[in-house]
C-alpha cells in the first residue's frame, strides 16, 4: 500500500502525523538535507522496520532528531574538554549532527548496541512540530535504499520511490532543502573528529571544538 502524502503546510495533518509516530507509524520528511524516514525510538519492532525497508545494515546505529538544542542532554552524556552548550548555541538548528557517550535511556536497537549516539536539531518545522506533537525525539535514518546514493541527496521524489511502498506518510516539502550534502557529522569521543563532511565546513567549527581533527 502506497504512502499518505500531506503538504508541509497542512497543520492538522502534520499533528495526525506525529500522533501516529508515538503509535508506531512511520513518517518520510525532509531535514535540512535529505528526505529522511522516522520513527518511535522506543517501539523496537518500528526501529527494526526502519532497517528493513532501507535494507540498512544493522551495525549502522539510527540518528536522533530533537526539538530543541537542549534535549541534547537527555539523550547524551557531556563530553569532557568540549562545550556543547556553546557549540549548539552557534550551530543548531542546522545540519550538524553530534555523536556522544549515551544515556541509558537509549534503546540498544536505536545506536546498534553500542554505548555511542548520534543527536541534532533541525531548522525544518515538520521536523520538530512532529517532534513535538508525538512527545518523543525521531529515529531516524535516510530515506532511500542502502547503497543506492553516491551522490546527490534524497529528494522527495527518490523518497517515495525507494520507501513509498512501506512508510504510512510522507510530508512533501514546499521546496528542496537547498542544501549540497548530507549533514556534518562530528564525533565528541575523545579528540573532536569530522566522521563525514556536510556543508558546514571544518573552519567553522573548529573554534569550538579544541583539537579538531578534519
Known sequence: ????????????????????????????????????????????????????????????????????????????RRPEGVDVDALVERFWPGPLNLIMRKREIVPAWVTSGKDTVSVVHNVSPVLNLLSVYSGLPLAATSANISGTMDEGLVTFDIAREHIGEHVDIIVRAAAPSGASRSSTIVSLLGTPAIVRQGDLAAEEIAPYLPGLVP
Not at 500522533?19 to 512511520?26: C, F, K
Not at 522506543?42 to 530543541?68: H, I, N
Open 1 to 76: 500500500m502506497s504512502a499518505e502524502i500531506i503538504d508541509e503546510h497542512d497543520g492538522d495533518g502534520i499533528r495526525r502525523a506525529g500522533e501516529a509516530l508515538r503509535s508506531g507509524a512511520v513518517v518520510a520528511a525532509q531535514t535540512d538535507t535529505n528526505y529522511g524516514i522516522f520513527c518511535n525510538p522506543f517501539l523496537e519492532r518500528t526501529c527494526t522496520s526502519l532497517y528493513a525497508m532501507k535494507k540498512r545494515d544493522g551495525g549502522k546505529p539510527l540518528t536522533l532528531f530533537v526539538a530543541s538544542p537542549a534535549d541534547w542532554v537527555r539523550w547524551g
